[in-house]
């Protein structure tokens, strides 16, 4: 065992080569956990956003601000009342946070330290993140506003400035995101909860999406696991053939196979501690310097849990290492100084991995045949469905993804034949890759697992993030058609006389949408109903063209149309033909939109069915286009306080922008998938290099010249590229799609063919890289000193 273990440290590239796959995903595992500890610490910190004076707090009010405001501090038992509001905005082309806060007083929760606090709209003070000095004069919105002074304030608000939150809703339109109060009496007052309370929700929300992050890494860790544990093994199957003879000599002379088998894990257990050192360390070094650099505070506890990653680096590669050992080891002395370091496998061995991977089709086939049976397509189903759907996918996944493991080498042949064929016309160089690559099928279609493992979940969750995103965007066009969103001071009152002409008249507005909404009594299918409906102008709506219809369609609606978001045609049970019976109106569903509601109602009729029904001619809602801050200050302007004014635009933008940030969020973990596929290739071709070294003499011997041995090994590097990207498609694009039919969302399938494409592409280049090295390796070696390496 000395003697191998000592072998191993004679070998530092050969270390590095084998170990560099685990170290990566025990850097990943250590992350994950710093990760959910500075989440935890960030998320809690701001729990101190609720000032210790306060005794009650309104979370998240609806309605008008000001005269939310304006009420609540009329309320009896209610001495001092503070709304919180933090608008980002631009100063000076600086992102900072408009912030509302008293300045004094025991709601405050910054503390002036130079000149005074702002009284008035048209003042502000700045955080020390902020470089405006007191009484410089900056443009806000369409206010020129004055820096009063300077304050100390909580860290986690970041770069921000502040005022009152008066002086704040006269300068940006806001919404309150809660009302801190301070109180002399008994308050009766709705929505609101004591201080302690809150604090407490907030806590326990904090620690929740903590684990729910940890909970999205360790599934992400995990896939990452199980792609470097078949790295290692094939690269400890490749270490050991090539020391096929130095083990048949060990056995010759007398040394026992258990121990020779011991000694082949403990190398493996060298390998895994080295790179789980590294990788660990790594993580830890950048868990300290991140937070520093962005002022937050570092990892906690989840630092102790090093030891624990890295024996489960040490423990992984012992195991990865075990296999190819027990291969090796059984191997006789006389048949491995006979033979060449060839991928041998037994005929039984092969009929074995046929069964094996049949049957394992065969479950997942059964897996995808129940969910179809259980109603995967219908998203009218029972709570805790969906979390089924979703696991059952993930089953059926991961069963045909060990099928590909089983039948891989098999599958390999036809493959590598079609591929030879189709890129023959490129020259004998890619001819002699995809032999080479098929002249070792196991390690071949071990590493074009790996590669398909990263890329299966990367194709998926393109796929299934463009399905998700395209209607996404229908529902936000349906929900928040416009930038502005007007209403009357009490549910469904009409806007006061003139407003929407004045909003009309104003050069900074587009286009006003006014329409009415009214509840109405209904019949559907025999029974009596009550909700809302509206005759809101689809056509004339500035997100119309993003509207999607699940049946129907919306042209040419006219009187006795109605159009009915799904939602509503779920709860309603009413499908396009069908009638829906007002009394004097009898509509007939003309189309079914994707959705929850359309504008503020989830049924739209004409409006001469609307004026048939006996509704006033006043508008209760008004649809305003004012993409800009100053245009939706003169909208608020315009509007009055006995108006609620309701920023449609910021939530449409929130909406649209948390898909693409889950989005670019899996695809960065699942970069790090990607990556160990990539290094696994590399691996591989690097090892391979020195394992055909003959080879390379011979082929140097015979006239090869430099580039065109290197081009080979490039090439072969590319080979695995292609066949992993290809497994890789096969399998992510179907389970992207019962993803999404797990979700419920009724959403079609959209294949984004060119991001597959570059996807495809950037894959395979990268392997192409990855075997840059071993190449320039494989070239460099003379003739006569590679045919003589043994």
Same mark, same amino acid.
């Given at each position: 065992m ?18 560099l796959?685990?170290?990566?995903a ?5 992350a ?6 500075i989440?935890?610490?960030?998320a ?9 004076g ?22 009896a ?10 608008e ?16 004094v ?12 606090y702002?009284?008035?709209g ?32 909580p ?7 502040y ?13 309150l ?26 806590i ?13 890494l ?11 544990l ?38 493996g ?11 660990v ?10 937070p ?10 989840s ?12 423990v ?46 065969a ?10 049976l259980?109603?995967?397509t219908?998203?009218?189903?029972p709570?805790?469905t ?15 993804? =060990? %099928?590909?493991? +089983? @039948? *891989?080498?098999? !599958? &390999?042949?036809?493959?590598l034949?079609?591929?030879? /064929? #189709?890129l ?5 160089t890619?001819r002699?890759a995809?032999?080479?690559?098929g ?8 590493? =074009? %697992?790996?590669? +398909? @493992? *990263?890329?299966? !979940? &990367? ?7 463009? /399905? #998700?995103?395209?209607?996404n ?6 929900a928040?058609?416009?930038?502005v969103?007007?209403?009357?001071a ?8 003139? @407003?929407?002409?004045? !909003? ?16 109405r009594d209904?019949v559907?299918?025999?029974?009596q ?11 004339a ?12 369609s ?7 149309d ?37 504008g ?40 009055g ?84 990207g290809?497994?890789g ?62």
């Amino acid at each position: 065992m000395a003697t191998q273990l000592r072998g191993v440290l004679r070998r530092p590239v050969r270390l590095v080569l084998t170990g560099l796959a685990i170290a990566v995903a025990a850097f990943f595992a250590m992350a994950a956990l710093l990760t959910q500890d500075i989440a935890k610490t960030v998320a809690l910190s701001t729990v101190t956003d609720i000032p210790p004076g306060a005794e009650l707090v309104v979370p998240s009010p609806p309605g008008n601000p000001v005269a939310l405001l304006r009420e609540i501090r009329h309320t009896a038992g209610v001495a001092e009342a503070t709304g919180r509001i933090s608008e980002p905005i631009t100063i000076g082309g600086t992102s900072v946070v408009l912030t509302a806060d008293p300045g004094v007083g025991p709601l405050s929760r910054v503390r002036l330290t130079n000149g005074s606090y702002p009284t008035a709209g048209n003042q502000i003070a700045v955080s020390q993140r902020v470089a405006l000095p007191i009484g410089s004069r900056v443009v806000l919105g369409t206010t020129t506003v004055t820096v009063t002074g300077t304050v100390d304030a909580p860290s986690s608000d970041g770069a921000a400035v502040y005022s009152t939150d008066d002086g704040v809703l006269s300068l940006v339109p806001a919404e309150l995101s809660r009302v801190d109060i301070t109180a002399n009496g008994p308050v009766d007052l709705y929505g609101a909860v004591t201080a302690d309370e809150a604090r407490a929700a907030a806590i326990s929300n904090a620690e929740s999406r903590a684990e729910q992050l940890l909970a999205v890494l360790t599934a992400f860790v995990v896939v990452a696991v199980i792609a470097a544990l078949l790295v290692a093994i094939s690269t400890f199957r490749i270490v050991f053939t090539q020391r096929i003879r130095q083990l048949a000599l060990l056995r010759t002379v007398g040394a026992p196979r258990r121990k020779l088998l011991r000694a082949l894990v403990a190398e493996g257990a060298v390998t895994g501690f080295a790179a789980g050192t590294v990788g660990v360390l790594v993580a830890l070094g950048l868990g300290q310097l991140v937070p520093a650099l962005v002022g937050i505070g570092g990892p906690g506890r989840s630092a102790l849990a090093a030891p624990a990653v890295l024996l489960a680096s040490t423990v992984l590669t012992m195991f990865a290492s075990l296999v190819p050992a027990l291969a090796a080891t059984r191997v006789s002395p006389l048949e491995a100084l006979r033979s060449s370091s060839g991928d041998r496998q037994s005929r039984s061995a092969g009929r074995l991995r046929v069964g094996l991977g049949l049957l394992l089709l065969a479950a997942a086939g059964f897996v995808i045949t129940r969910m179809f049976l259980d109603g995967i397509t219908s998203t009218d189903r029972p709570g805790g469905t969906t979390l089924d759907f979703l696991l059952l996918t993930i089953t059926s996944a991961t069963l045909v993804f =060990s %099928a590909l493991l +089983a @039948l *891989g080498p098999i !599958l &390999l042949r036809p493959v590598l034949r079609g591929l030879g /064929t #189709v890129l023959a016309p490129l020259g004998p160089t890619v001819r002699l890759a995809v032999r080479g690559v098929g002249g070792v099928p196991r390690r071949a279609a071990t590493v =074009s %697992a790996v590669v +398909a @493992l *990263g890329t299966g !979940l &990367l194709a998926g969750l393109l796929v299934a993030g463009e /399905t #998700v995103r395209s209607y996404n965007n229908a529902q936000v066009a349906a929900a928040y058609p416009a930038d502005v969103e007007l209403t009357g001071a009490e549910e469904l009152q009409p806007l006061p006389d003139g @407003l929407v002409e004045r !909003l009309r008249g104003r050069p900074e507005i587009g286009q006003v949408i006014a329409y009415r909404t009214v509840r109405r009594d209904a019949v559907v299918h025999g029974q009596q109903m009550n909700f809302e409906v509206s005759d809101l102008d689809i056509h004339a709506l500035p997100l119309f063209d993003q509207l999607r219809t699940v049946r129907g369609s919306l042209n040419a609606l006219g009187p006795g149309d109605a159009v009915v978001t799904e939602a509503y045609a779920q709860s309603l049970k009413v499908g396009v033909g069908e009638e829906i019976d007002f009394g004097a109106v009898r509509a007939t569903v003309a189309a079914v939109v994707v959705g929850e509601s359309l504008g503020d109602s989830g049924v739209v009729l004409h409006h001469r069915d609307l004026d048939a029904l006996g509704v006033g001619a006043s508008a209760t809602h008004a649809l305003v286009t004012a993409g800009d801050s100053q245009a939706q200050a003169v909208v608020r302007g315009v509007a009055g306080g006995d108006v609620q004014v309701r920023v449609l635009a910021a939530e449409r933008a929130e909406r649209s922008d948390l898909v693409d940030v889950l989005t670019a969020l899996g695809l960065a973990l699942l970069a790090l998938t990607l990556l160990i596929s990539i290094i696994g290739v590399g691996t591989t071709v690097a090892l391979s290099v020195v394992e055909r070294r003959r080879e390379s003499g011979m082929l140097r011997a015979i006239g090869i010249t430099r580039t065109t041995l290197g081009g080979i090994t490039v090439a072969e590097a590319g080979v695995y590229g292609v066949i992993g990207g290809l497994f890789g498609l096969l399998i992510g694009v179907p389970h992207a799609w019962l993803a999404v039919l797990a979700l419920g969302l009724g959403a079609p399938l959209e294949i984004p063919v060119p991001a597959l494409l570059v996807a495809a592409v950037a894959l395979i280049a990268l392997t192409m890289v990855t075997g840059l090295v071993p190449a320039w390796r494989a070239a460099r070696a003379s003739p006569v000193a590679a045919m003589r390496a043994d």
